[in-house]
């Protein structure tokens, strides 16, 4: 994304870059105690966790040799991690910060099986000392867990090209020519017919600036499904088509960014048929005129 538009977004940016910092050595150790719960992981492991960590984008300022570092300093507290367990609670004040550590510490440790019983464990603990709710807790990780779900509510169903966690990041129009099926390829297309909607219904002398466009958030990548300039307003869009629900992550991810959105911008939740309760719930929880619903339907 260009650097206007970044700059453009988010306020107070030095201000969050200097929290950010210290938000990312507390991630990384969540991610550490996950991958060394049985306390007898191997150096391959380890090496494989940092190696993960480097490709998210808010991660990267860290450099890899301290990653490593770091896992080794957790690998001696390891399988309890008494000694630090009280300063993650402390250092990771917002809820939605939590929620994403856990989601991230469980998607590192897992990789492409399932949590074991030993790093399932100490993510439960950490969900606790979160005061995360034991539903919410078991539903951030569900997707590691044996007969872990994709996410998305009962009847609905979740866009690949929006979820957070999915890499490489690639742009709406890379998704689209190369989408995993019929319906992941209606619901992103979805998307372009919605920009000319909204356009043409509500917003008819703006200006598109963007369209598919991802912002870094902590470890994983917010995807603007469309931005826009009007009267001096700068709006971000997330389409959803018929049946489609945000994935788990975008809303903590939302809840994040409407917080950091700079005076004149405001972020819109666009459904073409009837918004997830979850969905609403968010809208709700968040309570901020920087997030609105606008109904096509």
């Known amino acids: 994304m260009s650097i206007a ?6 306020r107070n940016l030095a201000l969050a870059r200097s929290q950010q910092r210290t938000e990312q050595e507390v991630l990384v150790d969540v991610v550490f105690m996950a991958v060394l719960a049985d306390g007898l992981s191997s150096d391959a492991k380890i090496e494989h966790a940092a190696k ?12 890899g040799e301290r990653l490593r570092a770091r896992a080794e300093e ?31 510490a469980a998607k590192v440790a897992a990789g492409s099986r399932t949590l074991e019983s030993e790093e399932l464990a100490v993510l439960q603990a950490l969900g606790t000392d979160f005061a995360l709710p034991e539903r919410e807790r078991d539903h951030l990780i569900q997707p590691w867990t044996r007969g872990g779900g994709a996410g998305a509510p009962k009847g609905y169903r979740v866009c690949g ?20 099926g019929n319906e992941q390829f209606v619901l992103a297309m979805h998307k372009l017919h ?41 709006l ?6 018929p049946g489609e629900a945000l994935h788990p992550l975008e809303r903590d991810i939302i809840e994040l960014l409407v917080y950091r959105l700079e005076l004149g911008a405001k972020m819109f939740l666009v459904p073409a048929g009837v918004l997830a309760p979850e969905d609403w719930a968010l809208v709700r929880d968040v309570n901020s005129p920087s997030l609105e619903v606008l109904s096509m339907s």
Do not use: C, K
């Not at 008819?204 to 931005?227: K, L, M, T």
């Open 5 to 10: 538009l970044q700059r453009g977004l988010l």
């Open 52 to 63: 993960t960590l480097e490709t998210y984008a808010e991660i990267q300022g860290i450099p």
């Open 74 to 104: 957790l690998r001696l507290d390891a399988p309890f991690f008494s000694d630090v367990r009280a300063d993650i609670a402390t250092d990771l004040v917002h809820g939605a910060t939590r929620r994403l550590a856990l989601t991230l």
């Open 161 to 180: 090209f929006n979820d957070p966690a999915a890499r490489p990041v690639i742009s709406l129009f890379d998704y689209i020519g190369h989408a995993p």
């Open 194 to 234: 919605a920009i000319r909607g909204v356009m043409s219904r509500w917003f008819e002398s703006g200006e598109i600036v963007a369209a598919g466009e991802s912002i870094g958030i902590g470890p994983h990548f917010f995807r603007i499904d469309a931005y826009l300039t009007w009267q001096d307003q700068r």
């Open 236 to 241: 971000l869009f997330r389409f959803l088509a």
